[in-house]
Nanobody, 119 residues
Framework: QVQLVESGGGLVQTGGSLRLSCVASGSIYGINTMGWYRQAPGKQRELVADITSGGSTNYADSVKGRFTISRDNAKNTVYLQMNSLKPEDTAVYYC?????????????WGQGTQVTVSS
């Protein structure tokens, strides 16, 4: 059974920083794209950033220049460094990964971690 476990969320003031981590564990033969999504109250879940196994990255316009996604393939881990945080970054952040467990690639989600930015 594959699991994604996020950590690193919390409460921070405007302008502060947080680093999110997500570790994939279980029967994993390979991981394609890994990413972070977020969902604010009353809004749809949106892509924040993703990164391919080769290291190519993609960011939402709203976080470009402030957030950095990275991954450690040896540890099946993806990170999101969030700097210059704004109140509008407040949301539940979810880790997502496209994982090959022996029966084809399957999309997995973490349970989410709350990020709250106070003004």
């Amino acid at each position: 059974q594959v699991q994604l476990v996020e950590s690193g969320g919390g409460l921070v003031q405007t302008g502060g920083s947080l680093r999110l981590s997500c570790v994939a564990s279980g029967s994993i033969y390979g991981i394609n794209t890994m990413g972070w999504y977020r969902q604010a109250p009353g809004k749809q879940r949106e892509l924040v950033a993703d990164i391919t196994s080769g290291g190519s990255t993609n960011y939402a316009d709203s976080v470009k220049g402030r957030f950095t996604i990275s991954r450690d393939n040896a540890k099946n881990t993806v990170y999101l460094q969030m700097n210059s945080l704004k109140p509008e970054d407040t949301a539940v952040y979810y880790c997502n990964a496209d994982i090959y467990g022996g029966m084809g690639y399957v999309d997995f989600w973490g349970q989410g971690t709350q990020v709250t930015v106070s003004s």
